[in-house]
Structure formats: C-alpha cells, structure tokens
C-alpha cells in the first residue's frame, strides 16, 4: 500500500490524521498542529466556496468594473406598479 503525505492547506504541515468521509464520500481530514488556524480540510471541495483563497478571489472581483458594469446591465426591473383599491 502507497502512502501519500498530505500536508494542511493553511499551515503546511503534514502532522495530519484521517478523519473520516462527507456524506458524499470525500474523505476529511484533521492538523494536528496546535498552532494551525484552520483544524478539519479536504483536499477537494464539491463546493467551490469552500476552497482555499476563494475569499481573496471574490474580494478582487469587486475591482473589476466591466464585470460590475456587466451585472448592473443584465439586472431588468419591472416598471413600478400602482395598486388602485
């Protein structure tokens, strides 16, 4: 049996345990290093959200002004209604 070390995506390092399945089947895995921020990972997200440095990424979206020009463009809005009672 190959064994491949996997190492903690915020700190680095590779004192890391297995530490079971999601629901889905991806296995979770846990640092062991007191001083890492983050304690539990995969090494692959169904949901991209969860990734590493997504935040960053969707922080430099909003510098982007033709993908904010682009969004304000596709936003149709009704004209207002008036109800008469």
Not at 56 to 65: A, R, T
Request: with cysteine; glycine share 8%; hydrophobic share 25%.
């Amino acid at each position: 049996m190959a064994m491949i070390p996997v190492t903690c995506p915020s700190c680095g390092s590779e004192n890391t345990v297995k530490y079971g399945k999601r629901p889905n089947g991806t296995l979770r895995f846990r640092c062991d290093n007191p001083e890492c921020k983050r304690r539990y990972f995969q090494l692959t997200y169904a949901y991209k959200g969860n990734e590493e440095g997504m935040g960053e990424k969707i922080l430099d979206m909003e510098k982007w002004p033709h993908y904010l020009d682009r969004s304000e463009a596709s936003i149709k809005l009704s004209p207002p209604v008036t109800l008469l009672c």
